[in-house]
């Protein structure tokens, strides 16, 4: 179930924080929970209810092998060891069969010239995140940092639908302990409001914005030959917007939803764009990735607690399972290669003393991020090299000529009139009609944590919420959040 449609926003979560209320209301607190685990599930399964065994059985064996590190404390460290070892190496499994298997057959293919047989899996829905969450959570219990002897929780902490789909990637131990505070079980008006202007910021992001700059990605990815320079432009930094504004709604409408329910979620997104280097940039993009390849695999490789060049190879291996985490594609691994050459390049150059005006470092690092996301989106090496080939000219340029650039002054003074922009401005005009304020949005205005906290009921969250009613009336062609391809 998508949480850009009718059936999420007005059956489903309406629905779901009624009865989970009320049950509490009736000191039915189990049932409460059970109500939210079946909710969970369903809401799961409404895209594809084949898979659904599939998530049981993930957390099933979760379960046993967490109880089974939690229960075994006196056994040897090499027991539990070999234990958390055999447990994530199962979730490992799990992930790459349906996510990667296709894809390794067809390198094998390509590169040996082997005929192995695809199977053409689809990728069930969430399995990466649901199950980095669940390696989080037998890592932490080997260290002793988690015990879970309750199925039911444990169910919950899992299927929770805010974050099922698409993250945040959470620890057990901030999340669930929310669920035992008696505070909690009460609806609390305040979190409520803030739910639902949550929700209605994230659903102007993703309707009004990202999906429209969708249109315009898709036609310029479709069709890289034809492309000259601003066009190819325009198609770019319109991926770099469609992308923005459809995580960072997703991730208001997930701790939007979860607010409704007295939990708080991580903060998963925070002002990206206005990040002044790529090391930066990774702490405020998909803050809880980041921080899961850090705590989970940069740290356990030896961060950078080894010599430098071992701390260089810690990074590109960290960056690079963290492309390939986000797509079975050649295309995803170059993308988190460049993404780990630029954090090295960084660390190289933030050795040297030296630094950037700040509006020349905003700009390197806003441009490099733009790139990068090309081999991110396109569909085959081909389709990339075909928008950067265009983005560099060397496909054609579109320039305004004088004359158009003295009507454009003309429109300007109010001598033409202001609906004959579009013989003005040229290829990918309409488009950058968008990108302009997108730009300013994300560099000027708070973002949406900034504005939860100071969150205080008036004409202009009302003025957020109308704006997202008018949003809901204006899903047609429903579209899914991208990070749920990953």
């Not at 939690?70 to 490992?92: D, E």
């Not at 298997?101 to 069930?124: C, K, Q, R, W």
């Not at 991730?251 to 998963?268: K, R, S």
Request: charge should be positive; proline fraction near 3%.
């Amino acid at each position: 179930m998508l949480f850009s449609s009718h059936e999420y926003l007005l059956l489903f979560l309406p629905l779901s924080v009624i009865l989970y209320f009320l049950l509490h209301n009736w000191r039915a607190t189990r049932i409460a929970k059970a109500w939210l685990v079946l909710a969970s599930l369903f809401f799961y399964g409404w895209w594809n209810p084949k898979y659904i065994p599939l998530i049981l059985f993930s957390i099933l064996m979760n379960f046993a092998v967490g109880t089974l590190l939690t229960r075994m404390r006196s056994k040897g460290a090499f027991f539990r060891k070999s234990l958390l070892v055999a447990g994530i190496s199962l979730n490992v499994i799990l992930l790459g069969y349906f996510k990667y298997y296709d894809f390794l057959v067809e390198t094998s293919n390509a590169f040996f010239g082997t005929h192995g047989a695809m199977h053409h899996l689809i990728l069930p829905l969430g399995i990466s995140f649901f199950t980095f969450t669940q390696i989080a959570f037998l890592v932490d219990t080997y260290r002793k940092d988690v015990e879970e002897y309750s199925l039911m929780n444990y169910f919950l902490f899992v299927t929770f639908f805010p974050h099922l789909i698409a993250g945040p990637i959470i620890h057990h131990a901030e999340m669930m302990p929310q669920f035992k505070h008696m505070d909690n079980a009460a609806a609390n008006y305040r979190n409520l409001s803030v739910g639902i202007f949550l929700v209605s910021m994230g659903l102007i992001k993703k309707v009004l914005i990202a999906d429209r700059f969708g249109e315009w990605v898709s036609a310029g990815f479709d069709h890289p030959e034809a492309l000259n320079l601003l066009s190819a432009w325009a198609t770019s930094l319109s991926y770099t917007f469609q992308i923005y504004f459809d995580f960072s709604g997703y991730t208001d409408m997930a701790l939007g939803a979860a607010l409704m329910f007295n939990i708080v979620l991580p903060i998963n997104f925070n002002s990206p764009y206005k990040a002044l280097d790529i090391q930066d940039f990774w702490r405020r993009w998909h803050i809880t990735l980041s921080r899961f390849l850090r705590e989970y695999i940069y740290i356990p490789l030896g961060g950078n607690r080894t010599r430098e060049t071992l701390v260089y190879a810690n990074l590109m291996v960290t960056f690079l399972i963290g492309g390939l985490w986000h797509g079975a594609g050649w295309t995803f691994l170059f993308w988190g290669f460049l993404h780990g050459a630029a954090i090295l390049v960084h660390r190289a150059w933030k050795k040297t003393g030296l630094t950037l005006p700040r509006w020349l470092a905003w700009l390197v690092t806003f441009n490099f991020v733009n790139m990068a996301w090309v081999f991110f989106r396109a569909k085959s090496w081909g389709d990339a090299i075909g928008v950067l080939k265009a983005m560099s000219g060397l496909q054609g340029t579109y320039l305004p000529d004088l004359p158009v650039l003295r009507r454009g002054l003309a429109v300007l003074s109010g001598k033409v009139d202001f609906l004959d922009w579009k013989s003005i401005m040229g290829p990918g005009r309409d488009a950058y009609l968008f990108i302009i304020p997108a730009v300013i949005f994300c560099l000027v205005f708070k973002n949406s944590n900034e504005l939860a906290q100071r969150f205080e009921p008036g004409w202009k969250t009302m003025c957020v919420v109308a704006t997202g009613l008018y949003a809901l009336l204006h899903i047609f062609n429903m579209s899914e959040f991208l990070y749920f391809n990953f």
